[in-house]
């Protein structure tokens, strides 16, 4: 793994790419933690790639990348792993922190475009600490998306917060979220938007998708999809979407 100083010359910038990507959790100097953020979030990259069932056989695509820290987990295993991300920044660093690893590539995307994935590409596909500020067209846009890319029977893993499961009494992990929100800041790309279990998966099923596992851990849903059809999008949708850039079905 890289070293726990390969950026020091750029501390400012650095910090500013882990904030955005990990939070506050850490502290607001959190490349002094690099070492006990790159383990943790790799131990979590394990735990996906062993739900998901990853070899060395499968093509694996990490859509929100981040720093990288998760998809190395999958770099280790995999046939191939394909990095996306919106940000340039964050991709510039993953691609120092998974340097080492040939079978990986690197992708800035689009919102809702995986641009240079094919159809049917990938066999698994993972997504963490992104679905969790998702409002629900977004969701929407994003599980077309990703029916496009992902093989029939493929898998793909993401968390939401489970508006079912929370409760007024024990929502400590959204409090700043709700500061935000009544201080008019509704449009912070921070903010986690919950959404009702129920609701998506009925979602996830018209867009050609079957629940195969859920868990939780506190209000966050862990959620296992497989595909097994193409979207059921009623005729109107393409009309109406036609100038969003993420509205394609197809590549």
């Known amino acids: 793994m890289p070293n726990a100083t390969w950026y020091s010359h750029d501390m400012k910038s650095v910090r500013s790419i882990m904030t955005t990507c990990i939070g506050h959790k850490y502290g607001e100097s959190p490349e002094e933690r690099l070492e006990e953020?790159?383990?943790?979030?790799?131990?979590?990259?394990?735990?996906?790639?062993?739900?998901?069932?990853?070899?060395?056989?499968?093509?694996?695509?990490?859509?929100?990348s981040g720093c990288g820290f998760v998809s190395r987990a999958a770099s280790e295993i995999a046939k191939q792993v394909h990095c996306l991300d919106?940000?340039?920044?964050?991709?510039?660093?993953?691609?120092?922190?998974?340097?080492?690893?040939n079978n990986t590539h690197f992708h800035k995307i689009e919102y809702g475009r995986f641009i240079g994935i094919p159809d049917n590409h990938a066999t698994k596909i993972f997504s963490t600490a992104v679905f969790i500020h998702f409002n629900y067209y977004d969701i929407l846009f994003y599980l077309i998306e990703i029916n496009r890319v992902l093989q029939t029977n493929g898998n793909f893993y993401l968390e939401i917060i489970d508006?079912?499961?929370?409760?007024?009494?024990?929502?400590?992990?959204?409090?700043?979220?709700?500061?935000?929100?009544?201080?008019?800041?509704?449009?912070?790309?921070?903010?986690?938007?919950?959404?009702?279990?129920?609701?998506?998966?009925?979602?996830?099923?018209?867009?050609?998708?079957?629940?195969?596992?859920?868990?939780?851990?506190?209000?966050?849903?862990?959620?296992?999809?497989?595909k097994v059809?193409?979207?059921?999008?009623?005729?109107?949708?393409?009309e109406v979407t036609q100038h969003h850039p993420a509205a394609t079905t197809s590549s």
Not at 44 to 61: A, M, P, S
């Open 37 to 64: 953020i790159r383990e943790g979030r790799y131990r979590y990259g394990k735990r996906i790639c062993k739900l998901l069932k990853v070899d060395e056989n499968d093509t694996v695509l990490d859509i929100g």
């Open 86 to 101: 919106i940000s340039k920044d964050f991709l510039d660093f993953t691609r120092v922190e998974l340097a080492e690893y």
């Open 163 to 226: 508006a079912d499961a929370l409760s007024l009494n024990t929502m400590a992990g959204i409090k700043t979220n709700i500061k935000n929100y009544t201080n008019d800041e509704r449009g912070d790309a921070q903010l986690m938007h919950p959404h009702s279990l129920t609701a998506f998966k009925h979602l996830a099923q018209q867009l050609g998708f079957v629940t195969e596992q859920i868990s939780h851990t506190a209000d966050v849903a862990n959620i296992l999809l497989k």
């Open 229 to 238: 059809s193409q979207p059921n999008l009623p005729e109107w949708f393409d």
